[in-house]
């Protein structure tokens, strides 16, 4: 009943699932592959020709050509022998750019007919495969399938022609099955992975088919017409074979709204004539996006870039600020090195970006400008890099670390920030600029920022790069004249006219007020000059990055020191700008025993009430220390 019951099991089991675990005999029993059967002509000639892995130790290793007898396989012809019997008229050639060795025979004999092995090193050692060779006294004889050879994840194409004839006629490729030839594509269809396009002369066409896996090795037949009714088919034999060399590309890519999106594409040295183009599938176009020569497609200007990797040999492309409509099928193409193609399906979801920051920045000539970058704390072992966009790619720009953000930016305590500081800005400074993540030198999400910057001599500084003027001297003049009017009386007799007593009054009052408000606005700026002093500035042209320690404090030290009120500045002994998060008890402590600039202020100011006090009564002869600010013609 237990046996019953799992053979039931493995009845239901969807053949597709099945397959997709367990990898073709063929593909297992031997990494050498050739034709199955070999047909010949009595007198004539035949070529067979093998595959094998194009590893260092394969392609220096023996070839050879032996014919089965039981048990044993003795050797026809191999690099360096040749068997009696077949002297003069069988040679075996290896062409190990090609990844192939090849066995012509010639004076066919019936003799010939057979069970032979083509295969690589001085044993059978797995590394063979069986071949069938037949000789037939008189034609005509069946054609011999084309072979493929192809690397697991690469790219399959094959061009078929039939005439002219047939031009009109339905274009198909199936895969032959127990039950018949299974439809893979046609002239009527559309597929994400498989591309149909017609090809010169009329009559002939070319399929490529990407993302070969195990299951798609086997035997095919292209043809026109209909299959097994019109006499134009032609067979495909493909083998699929595991390179650990080849890249493992991506073919299904998810990502978020308003994120970026990362393309592998194989690499191969281009020859000059040669382009490489990245597309979007759109039936049975590809509308073409961005290319090696410089083109980018007017609605993709900055929003995508291409990386070539020749230590990884891939091609990575790179969409940001993805939408809905980006969904589709992309194609990596060259009009060389088709069998280098490659596809890859986009979806987008919705979702939060991992980077943030403004997306459009606008400044002026002059000025200077900070580019913020956030990004989660998980990707702080991450390489993080900024870099400026043009048509031939991002170059990278000289020098990238983490620094502070700006004011207003909506990065939260749990993120830290990449900041490039640009500045003073050109018109050339203009343009899109990327912050990105890289690891092991493999690209991750991106983010692009686009820079406006426009003409004028007025530009803003920011606050951070404000020069205070330190060396005023400290009897100028004043902004409202307020202190020039005592100075103007300075040195007169004073006068005991209630219009004199007020001119006096008011002069006590607004000077120690226009003193009380340049002490803060000089704390302000030794505040701020002390925060700049912590970041180096690396400046290459007109680009700057800030590097800041706040990438290497804990989250609770980052939140605290975008606080402005638990800062406090070290009055002595130091040029350190200091931020706390302090219990109560140590707050106490601490204004116990260093006063702040404001209590210096408040002081300050006492004490000049204190003599401002004494010299009203000494100059008027008052009885009160109360400065009295109303009108004269009020006073009693």
């Not at 134009?232 to 493909?238: P, Q, W």
């Not at 790069?465 to 007169?492: C, I, N, Q, T, Y």
Request: contains cysteine.
């Amino acid at each position: 009943m237990t046996l019953l019951a799992f053979l039931l099991l493995l009845a239901v089991v969807p053949a597709e699932s099945a397959r997709g675990r367990h990898l073709p005999k063929a593909a297992i029993s031997s990494p050498v592959f050739g034709p199955r059967q070999v047909y010949g002509v009595l007198g004539g000639s035949v070529t067979v020709k093998c595959f094998y892995p194009p590893t260092p130790v394969n392609r220096h290793d023996r070839k050879y050509w032996c014919r089965q007898a039981g048990s044993s396989c003795p050797t026809v012809v191999s690099t360096q022998y040749v068997a009696p019997g077949y002297q003069g008229r069988i040679a075996l050639t290896d062409h190990p750019e090609a990844e192939h060795f090849q066995i012509n025979i010639s004076a066919l004999e019936l003799g010939d007919a057979g069970t032979f092995q083509c295969g690589v090193g001085v044993n059978g050692r797995g590394l063979s495969y069986t071949v069938t060779l037949s000789v037939a006294e008189a034609p005509p004889v069946p054609e011999t399938p084309e072979l493929f050879y192809v690397k697991l994840r690469s790219t399959w194409t094959v061009i078929c022609g039939f005439g002219e004839d047939t031009a009109e006629m339905k274009k198909y490729l199936c895969k032959k099955e127990k039950e018949g030839c299974r439809n893979i594509i046609n002239s009527y269809q559309e597929l994400g992975r498989i591309l149909l396009t017609f090809e010169d002369p009329p009559g002939s066409f070319r399929v490529t088919m990407t993302q070969m896996d195990w299951e798609d090795a086997g035997v095919y037949y292209c043809g026109a017409g209909e299959y097994g009714k019109d006499k134009t088919s032609k067979e495909l034999d493909v083998f699929i074979y595991e390179d650990k060399n080849f890249p493992h590309l991506k073919t299904n890519i998810t990502a978020k709204t308003g994120s970026s999106a990362t393309f592998e594409c194989p690499y191969e040295p281009l020859i000059n004539s040669a382009t490489r183009f990245w597309c979007k599938r759109d039936g049975r176009k590809c509308t073409r996006i961005i290319d090696n020569t410089g083109f980018v497609d007017e609605p993709y200007k900055g929003r995508v870039a291409m990386f070539e990797n020749p230590e990884n040999k891939t091609v990575t492309v790179i969409l940001n600020q993805l939408q809905y409509k980006d969904e589709g099928v992309y194609w990596c193409m060259s009009n060389e090195l088709r069998e280098q193609q490659s596809s890859a399906e986009l979806r987008v979801v919705a979702g939060e970006p991992a980077l943030t920051g403004k997306k459009k920045v606008e400044a002026q000539v002059g000025s200077r400008v900070n580019l913020t970058c956030c990004y989660p704390c998980t990707y702080t072992s991450y390489q993080k890099y900024w870099c400026k966009w043009n048509d031939t790619g991002c170059a990278m720009l000289p020098a990238q670390q983490q620094g502070l953000p700006e004011p207003g930016d909506t990065c939260d305590p749990s993120t830290r920030t990449v900041v490039l500081s640009l500045g003073p800005l050109t018109e050339e400074d203009e343009g899109w600029y990327w912050c990105g993540l890289k690891r092991n030198g493999v690209f991750g999400e991106s983010m692009a920022v686009e820079l406006r910057v426009s003409a004028g001599t007025d530009a803003k500084l920011s606050p951070e790069f404000l020069d205070v003027d330190s060396r005023r001297d400290p009897g100028a003049v004043p902004p409202g004249g307020a202190h020039s009017d005592a100075e103007v009386r300075k040195g007169a007799a004073p006068e005991s006219t209630d219009e004199s007593r007020g001119s006096n009054t008011l002069a006590l009052v607004l000077g120690p007020l226009a003193g009380l408000i340049l002490v803060v606005v000089t704390a302000f700026a030794i505040v701020k000059y002390r925060q700049l002093k912590r970041s180096d500035l690396v400046s290459v042209g007109s680009y700057r990055t800030n590097i800041s320690m706040s990438d290497f404090e804990s989250v609770r030290d980052f939140s605290a020191s975008n606080s402005v009120k638990e800062s406090q500045e070290t009055p002595m002994g130091g040029d350190e700008f200091i931020t706390t998060t302090d219990t109560p008890e140590r707050a106490a402590n601490t204004t116990k025993a260093k006063r702040s600039s404001k209590e210096d202020a408040e002081l300050a100011y006492s004490s000049f009430l204190d003599t401002s006090s004494s010299i009203a009564q000494g100059s008027s002869g008052g009885d009160s220390a109360v400065l009295d600010l109303s009108p004269p013609q009020d006073r009693d």
